[in-house]
């Protein structure tokens, strides 16, 4: 098949604008890798260069060499694992009930919920903040997981949703013919089909609950309850900022993040462009 002149030069400019997409994308991560890597005095120099001058690893022995920084990442791994799998478990089954089974009120009640999705997390931190008191839920890990899940639960729901509303209901009439109930039907056809969403779902509410950062420091006190992201602020003191050390608490905290893109991304890349088929 023959390129035209035209062809050519749009294929050209899409490659010159997907490299510097890509190339603005990293240069953040890039600098923050290479400031890790560098002392105090070269934290900013001029001009910047992405390769340090005496490269030292200083900064990453004393980062993960604080007292609670152990601690503390098992508290965000803890925290973002449990969500992770509460979320895609509970608005697995909301999805799967708002596709397939009727109810009344059934599209009322998926509009209600969709208007989570719409308040600003911020704002709930108060009433948040005054229902986990009640509860005695502050100072808790469980407390963070269960704000977690139910800020999460409205956009996975959706998400899923579109999924599940694609799978064929011939292969679940199928079952039912063959004596297999509604669970039979979720966990055999629904779930192994849903893989890509599935994946999706995860990895966002995995993102989500690794990196937030206002309810944590809102709701926990304890030094030792702790997740990463909090830990790592209160590095930067009022009068002196190590930004290396920050840098290198900060890239050591993207490793689990990175782990979790690699194993999921065939799923999640597959999942996007099954969204973009719909």
């Not at 604008?17 to 991560?29: K, N, R, S």
């Not at 609670?68 to 478990?89: D, Q, Y």
């Amino acid at each position: 098949m023959l390129i035209t002149k035209e062809e050519r030069i749009f294929r050209i400019i899409a490659y010159i604008l997907l490299i510097c997409g890509v190339v603005i994308a990293l240069l953040p991560f890039m600098y923050m890798i290479s400031v890790s890597f560098k002392s105090q005095i070269y934290t900013f120099e001029y001009p910047p260069r992405l390769i340090p001058r005496d490269p030292t690893v200083e900064n990453y022995i004393e980062a993960l060499g604080k007292d609670l920084f152990g601690i503390n990442f098992l508290n965000s791994l803890f925290v973002a694992t449990i969500t992770t799998v509460s979320t895609v478990f509970v608005s697995s089954l909301m999805a799967y009930a708002f596709s397939r089974i009727r109810f009344p009120g059934k599209e009322v009640f998926f509009y209600i919920l969709l208007l989570g999705m719409m308040i600003p997390p911020v704002m709930l931190i108060i009433p948040q903040f005054v229902i986990a008191k009640n509860l005695h839920l502050l100072d808790s890990l469980w407390g963070l997981i269960i704000v977690y899940v139910s800020t999460t639960l409205s956009m996975q729901t959706f998400l899923l949703r579109s999924f599940f509303d694609t799978i064929p209901k011939e292969l679940e009439e199928a079952v039912m013919v063959d004596g297999g109930n509604r669970w039979v039907i979720f966990r055999k056809i629904i779930l192994p089909s849903s893989k890509p969403g599935l994946a999706v779902v995860a990895i966002f509410t995995f993102l989500f609950a690794w990196d937030e950062f206002p309810w944590a420091h809102v709701a926990i006190k304890e030094a030792s309850r702790r997740t990463l992201p909090v830990a790592i602020a209160l590095f930067q003191s009022q009068y002196l900022t190590k930004w290396g050390l920050l840098f290198a608490a900060t890239t050591a905290a993207s490793i689990p993040v990175i782990i979790v893109f690699v194993i999921f991304q065939r799923y999640f890349i597959q999942g996007f462009i099954t969204s973009g088929l719909k």
